[in-house]
């Protein structure tokens, strides 16, 4: 009965040293931990609500209520702002974007994105979220995008293998074109030098491989 009793005051001891010796350790390094809690709060209430909005952006009928500090950190409304354009003075910017691919749900991402820390990807929604982080120079969301392709080109890959389809390799070859992105460009290149002798006689390949530098 004594020894059963003993064992816990022996492991409160040992429980004690240790926490002497992670408050020593944690006072020499540092913990850097982003606090999702304040990401949430700064999007819900300046992006979604548009509190403290200072700068209108139009753009496909519809319209944001953005904050000049945010949406600096893109170098296209940078530039915009602080480069002397006659919409620096302006409160309400709008926008005419040529680029068919872009959607109004990939300008509520990117805008977004100013906001927060995560950006959402989907097959359905990654070539127009790309070809609006291109248009407004956002290269790290240029740089998800073309990662989230070519995860995806691997599951692809396997399909074209089993099916003998290069519709999914074709598209993605023609948008790594488009947006210029090297690394997309590369792995459809590489995929079809490895399985050329695969490929089906078709137009579809003729035209594939006729594009290949």
């Known amino acids: 009965m004594g020894s059963y009793f003993s064992s816990p005051s022996v492991e409160a001891n040992n429980v004690c040293r240790k926490r002497k010796i992670t408050s020593a350790v944690d006072n020499e390094i540092p913990i850097k931990k982003r606090i999702r809690s304040t990401y949430d709060y700064v999007y819900r209430e300046l992006f979604c609500k548009g509190e403290g909005s200072d700068l209108t952006v ?18 296209f409304f940078c530039a915009m702002l602080e480069g002397g354009w006659k919409e620096s003075g302006s409160d309400v910017i709008e926008l005419e974007l040529s680029d068919t691919n872009i959607t109004k749900s990939s300008l509520d991402v990117i805008f977004g994105s100013f906001y927060h820390d995560t950006v959402v990807l989907s097959e359905k929604t990654v070539l127009s979220v790309l070809a609006a982080a291109t248009w407004f120079h956002l290269e790290e969301v240029r740089s998800l995008c073309s990662q989230f392709m ?64």
């Open 58 to 75: 139009k753009s496909m009928g519809h319209t944001w209520l953005l904050h000049r500090l945010y949406v600096k950190q893109s170098p």
């Open 150 to 213: 070519e995860f995806r080109t691997r599951y692809f890959f396997f399909i074209i293998l089993k099916f003998f389809s290069l519709r999914n390799v074709v598209e993605f070859f023609q948008i790594a074109k488009q947006y210029n992105l090297p690394h997309l460009t590369k792995k459809t290149v590489n995929w079809a030098a490895d399985n050329i002798l695969l490929l089906q006689e078709s137009h579809e390949t003729f035209e594939f491989l006729r594009k290949i530098p």
